[in-house]
């Protein structure tokens, strides 16, 4: 998985950046391997005004779905940061587990058509215990 950390109107220090990628790698966790590549871009909205103007935008790009876009504004970059990326980790984890269930729901739903609606009665298995008497 690729991270891309990029900043507009401020010089992205090497703390901050370190930062950043350990609070993304805490919140995918294992569901990195679904990941393509997350772009973070950080930004400071009002200058040297201050106020809560601390932008973390990130974006994160799944395997087989639309990409995930979680955007955080803090007076604090630090923790602009762990908000968006602990929302990330939650999103990601919530559009899994539906992708999961919907998978898992199709494949059910295609062997409970063949199993229990069967073309014929003569398509049913025989056995022993069953007979089936014209």
């Keep these: 998985m690729q991270i891309d950390i990029q900043s507009r109107g401020f010089t992205l220090t090497e703390s ?5 990628e350990r609070r993304l790698q805490f919140a ?7 990941l393509r590549a997350i772009a973070m871009r950080l930004s400071d909205e009002n200058g040297p005004r201050g ?17 995930v876009v979680i955007e955080d504004v803090q007076s604090n ?5 762990d908000r968006a990326a602990d929302r990330l980790g939650r ?3 919530r559009r899994l587990h539906r992708q999961r269930r919907a998978r898992r ?10 199993v229990l609606a069967p073309e014929s009665i003569e398509d049913l298995p025989q056995s022993g215990a069953l007979r089936i008497c014209n």
């Design 16 to 20: 901050l950046r370190r930062h950043a």
């Design 28 to 34: 995918i966790g294992p569901m990195s391997e679904n």
């Design 51 to 67: 106020g809560e103007d601390k932008l973390c935008r990130i974006q994160a790009s799944l395997a087989g779905a639309p990409p």
């Design 77 to 81: 970059l630090y923790v602009a940061i």
């Design 91 to 93: 999103t990601v984890a």
């Design 105 to 114: 729901s199709l494949g059910r739903a295609g062997l409970a058509d063949r």
